[in-house]
């Protein structure tokens, strides 16, 4: 059963140029998508839309079942996706704990120990308490990333968003995000979906869309 449906979707951000014309996606647990194409191409936008924090023009996303359009948009941010960003998007005035620790605050997550939680979530993608007690700033970019896939998983969402998140990474450490991204999906049946231009993601996701001016066409190298 797919837990995010696009169907005959299309969106312009002035009403005339259609970004996104005629795309049909599914997207299922436990498995890695990845949307691939040039810059322009609309990904980032879709990216928008499947986070709720732009409508459809026509067609529609429906997660469940409903309709994106139809339901409290910011409650489901809040409960239902986590997003992770290419540029992190840290407070950098806050230790990479508190950074986690704020987002079960605004998903209001039943957490009786959040502090506990968020050292938990942040053991399972490499930060030990150490670092967890550092500022971001005084994290590398790979452990960084690392605080951002942990603050995502803290909405104990069921569908990871992820805008370029090897980005800007080093080799190695784009290879430890991607196989952390790949566990989410295999071993905690998470639906991630990744934007991304690297090579290496297109080879470690199990399913591939690739966007050209706005359109879904075949898997493309």
């Known amino acids: 059963m797919s837990i995010i449906k696009i169907e005959e979707l299309y969106f312009t951000y002035d009403g005339s140029k259609y970004v996104l ?3 049909n996606m599914e997207f299922e647990k436990g498995i890695t998508y990845g949307v691939f194409g040039k810059s322009g191409a609309g990904k980032s936008t879709l990216l928008s839309l499947i986070a709720g924090l732009e409508v459809a023009s026509k067609g529609k996303i429906s997660y469940l079942n409903k309709d994106l359009s ?3 948009r910011d409650k ?3 409960n239902e996706i986590g997003v992770i960003f290419q540029s992190f998007n840290l407070l950098p005035h806050l230790t990479a704990l508190e950074n986690v620790i704020l987002s079960m605050d605004i998903s209001d997550l039943n957490v009786k120990d959040r502090e506990k939680k968020a050292h938990q979530l942040l053991n399972k993608v490499g930060i030990d ?28 969402s069921e569908v990871i968003l992820a805008d370029e998140p090897t980005g800007n990474l080093d080799k190695d450490n784009e290879e ?3 196989n952390l ?7 905690e049946n998470k639906c991630v979906i990744i934007i991304s231009h690297s090579h290496n993601v297109k080879e470690a996701v199990d399913t591939v869309y690739y966007l050209e001016n706005g359109k879904l066409k075949e898997s493309k190298d």
Not at 129 to 156: M, P
């Open 21 to 23: 014309q005629k795309i």
């Open 70 to 72: 139809k339901i409290n």
């Open 76 to 78: 489901y941010r809040c």
């Open 129 to 156: 308490e150490t670092k967890a007690s550092r500022r971001v700033l005084q994290l590398s970019g790979g452990e960084q990333q690392r605080v951002s896939i942990a603050r995502a998983l803290a909405y104990d």
């Open 176 to 178: 430890e995000i991607i």
């Open 181 to 187: 991204l790949s566990d989410l999906a295999h071993k």
